[in-house]
């Protein structure tokens, strides 16, 4: 088998006596589109933090493109390849949404009219090219979060980490930027999402793994995982889950 893009090995890290990522292992595939899903304090941001460098593990091993990266810095892992973005999505507010998006592309371009020609390009990707002389400040939620997006892919990544892309968007809004991470992702990019909603997820990934108070509980396509019992159990608790089950099942003729 090929070695996957990002490997995982029984990865740990807690917080006091908090442990908020307990031994993860996982290999994401080079080309795939993936979700990582659980219940809120489940340790997504913080495996999210663990990948791209912003945390160091107590125990386990983190392999990017076959080099071991461990504890390596985020801007160094950027570098080679692996970006990611952040759910509180602070813009510079008064600079233009192409100085912007320039920032990511810096990581590349020495050359700051290379850097702000590439935003151009990368705007157009994720539907941003109307908003490029904007302040960032005047973007809505939407636009913001399609300005996180740009800031990251200007980085060109091989790795794309997205951690609730879609957080805060209206229905319409989730519909129009669900083709903008396909698109990305059938652009060869490798993307993994963390994501609370779930039509996207149903829509995007090929494959989902699942998190509860920091550890993995289960990973599959998305259909089969949506049914698995305790997955069904860590979002609506202990025993919910089998009383809901039998009250359908008493209401049922
Ligand atoms: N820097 C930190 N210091 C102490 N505790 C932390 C820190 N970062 C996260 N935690 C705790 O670790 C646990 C996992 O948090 P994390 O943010 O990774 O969860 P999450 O799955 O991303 O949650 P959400 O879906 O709400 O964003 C939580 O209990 C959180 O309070």
């Not at 595939?29 to 979700?35: F, K, Q, T, V, Y």
């Not at 850097?115 to 005047?138: I, S």
């Not at 951690?163 to 669900?178: I, K, R, S, T, Y």
């Not at 989902?208 to 998305?222: D, F, Y």
């Amino acid at each position: 088998m090929a070695e996957p893009l990002l490997r995982l090995a029984n990865v740990s890290k807690s917080f006091g006596g908090l442990a908020a990522v307990q031994d993860v292992s996982l290999q994401l595939p080079a080309g795939s589109l993936g979700a990582l899903i659980g219940p809120n304090g489940a340790g997504k941001t913080t495996l999210f933090a663990l990948m791209s460098g912003f945390l160091r593990p107590d125990a386990g091993r983190i392999v990017f493109d076959g080099r071991d990266i461990t504890g390596q810095p985020p801007h160094l892992n950027a570098r080679r390849g692996m970006t990611r973005t952040f759910q509180i999505v602070q813009p510079f507010a008064a600079q233009t949404v192409r100085e912007n998006i320039a920032v990511g592309a810096h990581l590349h371009c020495a050359a700051r009219a290379e850097a702000l020609e590439q935003a151009a390009l990368v705007a157009r990707r994720v539907g941003l090219a109307p908003q490029l002389d904007k302040p960032a400040g005047d973007l809505t939620v939407a636009g913001r979060k399609r300005l996180e997006l740009a800031r990251a892919l200007a980085t060109r990544p091989r790795l794309l980490l997205l951690d609730e892309v879609l957080a805060g968007l209206n229905p319409q809004e989730v519909a129009e930027m669900v083709p903008v991470v396909r698109d990305i992702a059938a652009g060869g990019v490798t993307v993994l999402m963390i994501e609370h909603v779930m039509q996207a997820v149903m829509n995007l990934a090929q494959h989902v793994w699942v998190l509860a108070q920091g550890q993995l509980i289960a990973e599959g396509p998305p259909r089969a995982v949506t049914r698995d019992q305790r997955v069904i159990e860590a979002y609506l608790g202990h025993g919910t889950a089998r009383r809901l089950a039998g009250q359908a099942a008493e209401a049922t003729p």
